[in-house]
């Protein structure tokens, strides 16, 4: 299991910048947010959720999530001044998040680097990755 790999490090691994590999910034959003207990989200002050364009394809959108408070702060700069990072509980985000997302046809983007770069997933493929995780 990841987490068998990650509950060995210190918690402030948590704090090291992202990989190159998007499939290791997944495995790190899978683990970091089940120990951490939440995911984290960009929200700006009208309480709307930070939400971008595929990259895969221009008909959906995606939102971005990270592992850690950090980074996800580290986007907001520049056009993403106006987002503050918000923590959702995992519970919620994997009982009521996922299956929405996947309802409204968006994707997930996971634990993006400061260029707005990473894995895009479905959600619940990403949900079956956490109940894989789980077991």
């Given at each position: 299991?990841?987490?068998?790999?990650?509950?060995?490090?210190?918690?402030?691994?948590?704090?090291?910048?992202?990989?190159?590999?998007?499939?290791?910034?997944?495995?790190?959003?899978?683990?970091?947010?089940?120990?951490?207990?939440?995911?984290?989200?960009l929200r700006d002050k009208s309480n709307n959720w930070a939400m971008v364009p595929s990259s895969l394809n221009n008909d959906i959108d995606v939102i971005p999530l990270w592992s850690a408070q950090k980074l996800a702060s580290a986007?907001?700069?520049?056009?993403?001044?106006?987002?503050?990072?918000?923590?959702?509980?995992?519970e919620e985000f994997m009982d009521d998040w996922l299956p929405g997302m996947h309802s409204d046809l968006l994707l997930v983007g996971?634990?993006?680097?400061?260029?707005?770069?990473?894995?895009?997933?479905?959600?619940?493929?990403?949900?079956?990755?956490?109940?894989d995780e789980l077991e």
């Open positions: 299991m990841l987490s068998d790999h990650f509950s060995r490090l210190p918690v402030d691994i948590f704090m090291e910048l992202l990989s190159d590999s998007f499939q290791e910034n997944l495995d790190r959003l899978i683990v970091e947010s089940l120990q951490l207990g939440c995911v984290w989200g986007v907001c700069n520049g056009q993403w001044d106006i987002y503050t990072p918000v923590a959702i509980d995992i996971v634990n993006w680097n400061i260029d707005l770069q990473g894995e895009e997933i479905e959600p619940l493929d990403l949900l079956e990755e956490f109940e």
